[in-house]
């Protein structure tokens, strides 16, 4: 079946530097990768998504890019800050059936920013 | 603002209870979801639903049915709550036209 792998698991950098968290996706009639982060205790967030017919979004210090041939996408962040440290989970949409869409989402990434 | 919501934070109960999650939402969108979200494993799906009184299974639909009586409100259950069923549950929904999902808060729910 579809799947999304995300990697890595875990990401510890420190206050300023980059942080980049990639994905890899099964499904080729996947046109949709969306980003959520969550925060401790709190619900997945969008953060930043982008569709097969665009190669890079970028949304002030974050920023997704995409490689359809490769079926992979990352997600940048640069200047991290401690607000960054939350779990972050890649997402794919699986094709397009029956007037509805789903996501399979990636396993996540526990990022901790150190100041 | 689109809210969703569920009925418990956090939930305790014993194994072999029936047990009853609730989601509502405010925005009118055809599409609810049911995830459990797991520490290694994201979040998985166990039932969707795009249309009241429509249902589709997920990935993990093992131990567990759904009900959609009313667009704004999905209900899962677990017929007979399993040890092996204690986890994080998440509520999402979109609209048809638009793939982004909102989540609501979760339910913690511990079986003993």
């Known amino acids: 079946g579809e799947n999304v792998e995300q990697h890595p698991s875990t990401l510890s950098v420190q206050e300023g530097d980059s942080a980049v968290i990639k994905c890899t996706y099964s499904d080729s009639a996947s046109n949709y990768f969306p980003w959520y982060k969550q925060e401790l205790g709190k619900r997945p967030q969008l953060i930043i998504d982008i569709r097969s017919n665009v190669g890079e979004k970028k949304d002030q210090r974050i920023a997704v890019t995409l490689n359809k041939t490769a079926k992979h996408f990352s997600l940048h962040i640069t200047e991290t800050q401690p607000e960054d440290s939350a779990v972050y989970f890649c997402?794919?949409?699986?094709?397009?059936?029956?007037?509805?869409?789903?996501?399979?989402f990636g396993a996540g990434t526990r990022l901790a920013v150190h100041p | 603002d689109v809210k969703v919501t569920q009925s418990s934070r956090y939930l305790v109960k014993r194994t072999g209870e029936k047990v009853f999650l609730e989601c509502v939402q405010d925005?009118?969108?055809?599409?609810m979801f049911w995830y459990r979200q797991d520490p290694g494993l994201g979040l998985r799906l166990i039932y969707f639903?795009?249309?009241?009184?429509?249902?589709e299974k997920g990935d993990i639909p093992e131990g567990y049915s759904v009900s959609r009586e009313k667009k704004e409100r999905f209900s899962l259950i677990l017929e007979s709550a399993s040890t092996n069923q204690t986890s994080m549950y998440l509520c999402a929904t979109n609209r048809n036209d638009y793939y982004e999902q909102y989540f609501g808060p979760g339910t913690r729910l511990t079986v003993t």
């Open positions: 925005m009118d969108h055809e599409n």
């Open positions: 639903s795009y249309d009241v009184k429509m249902k």
């Open positions: 997402a794919a949409s699986i094709g397009f059936s029956g007037g509805y869409n789903k996501l399979i």
